[in-house]
Structure formats: C-alpha cells, structure tokens
C-alpha cells in the first residue's frame, strides 16, 4: 500500500528545473531508493516532501492526505521526519540530550524545548526511551559524550537516532552513509532493515549502490529532474540498472 506519493512535482531555481513532474509512490513498510548523477533533484524531491521547499506544482499525498506545501513542521506533525546528508547535532550537547532534544512535544521549538518544568514531567520515560535507542545503535556507551566528539558514523546513526525519538511514520534520509566507512555503512542499513521490520517506512538517497543494493525493496532513478527508471524487487532492479538510458546518465558520473 502506498504510505506516500507525489504527482507531477516541478520546481524551478531560475532557469534550472530541479524538478519536471516527478512522481514517485512510497509504499508502506519498504524501503525506497532513490539514485541519480548529482544534480537530477534528489535532495529537491526530499525537500518538497517535507515542506522545505515549495512546489511550483504538483502534489505530495500521505495517507490519503493533501500535504503539499505544508510547513515543515505541519508536516513533520504527520509522522514524517528528514535527516541531512550532513548530521546537525548540537554539538555542545550530549548524545542523550541531543536525542531528548529531538522528541516531538519538547522539540517542537526552541521555546517548549527550554520549558524545563514540562521537561522534567516527561524525563524520566523520555530518558529511558532515548537510552533505550542509544542501545540499539550501539552508541549507548557514548551516552554522555559530546555530540561534537563523535565520528562521521556515529553521528550518522546519531542523526538516525534523533528522527526515531519523533515516533516517525516515515523516515527521508538524505545519503545516510556518505562518508562513512563500508562496515559501519552495512551495519547502518541493517539497523534500517530492522526498523522496517519494526513497521517503519523508508525514503533513502544514496550513491553507494555497491552497498545498499541487497536492502531495498524499490528502486528509483532521477535525471534531469524526471524519474527515468524504477523497479520493485531483484530481478526488477537489476533490470533498471542495466536499462541503457540509466547507464548513459551514468557515464562520466
Ligand atoms: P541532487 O540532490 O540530485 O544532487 P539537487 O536537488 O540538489 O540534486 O539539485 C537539482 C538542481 O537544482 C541542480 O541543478 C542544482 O544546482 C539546483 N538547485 C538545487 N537547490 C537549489 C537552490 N536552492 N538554488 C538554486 N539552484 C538549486
Ligand atoms: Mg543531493
């Protein structure tokens, strides 16, 4: 079943179409990919999708809702929660507080954030939730280290564990391993197969097909702001990998 889909999304910088009527279906409990040669509207179909950039039209469903063009945080307020391809911990923070921090009734705004009384009423579950996950992304260990501290990986999974305290339906993540070294990168996607398993939906850019190839379920290929290719399961997959038009994009990548 489709948890997420867009209809014909354009965007335009200028005279740049970063986006021409894409449409892409995300179904529920899978984990989508999304490739494409720099520059073909990955990183602007994701930021359409959670209200960081504006549509010049077409339209993005959840559930059956109408979300285009919602404020990121109306939007967020639906279960759907981004990471960066670059990590943005408050690095003078710990790791647990930068995971309290990113829980969606004290992290809505800076403001509730620093309301310590309505803090210290949900502490002591949210602490044990926070840990709990620290736990589970091996960071546990690291708890009271400052977020700054951490390696590229750890922060990655870091980042991870900060969209998983909002409760999300739907997880975007922009190139979640980029940069990072190819054992963290397989346990990362492990974590992410999990998670699905766990009944969480998955929109992922990445680059390093080499490794993310074996966990997806559905593959997504962008060019010039249009998807020119898809396909659901191995043997489709692999079939759009060899599409002609796929390959040529991707020479001189
Ligand atoms: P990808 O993530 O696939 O590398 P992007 O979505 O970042 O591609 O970019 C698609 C196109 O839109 C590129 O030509 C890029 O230069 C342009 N673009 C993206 N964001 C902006 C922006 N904020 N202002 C102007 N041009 C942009
Ligand atoms: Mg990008």
Known sequence: MALLRTENLSKSFGAVRALDNASITVDEH?????????????STLIN??????????????????????????????YGIVRTFQTPQPLKEMTVLENL????????????????????????EELVERAYGLLKFLKLDHLWDHKAGSLSGGQMKLLEIGRALMTNPKLIVMDEPIAGVAPGLAHEIFNKLVELKKQGITLLIIEHRLDIVLKYIDYLYVMFNGRVIAEGRGEKEIERVLSDPKVVEVYIGD
């Not at 469903?61 to 945080?73: H, L, M, R, Y």
């Not at 009734?105 to 309505?118: D, F, M, P, S």
Request: hydrophobic share 35%; no cysteine.
């Open 48 to 77: 359409v999708i959670s209200g960081f950039l504006k549509a010049d039209s077409g339209k993005v469903v959840f559930e059956g809702k109408d979300i285009t063009n919602k404020s990121p945080n109306e939007i967020y307020s």
């Open 100 to 123: 309290l921090i990113a829980e969606r009734h004290v992290g809505e705004n800076i403001r509730t954030a620093l309301n310590y009384k309505k803090w210290l009423r949900q502490e």
């Open 30 to 42: 899978a984990l989508t990919l999304i490739i494409g040669p720099n520059g073909s509207g990955k």
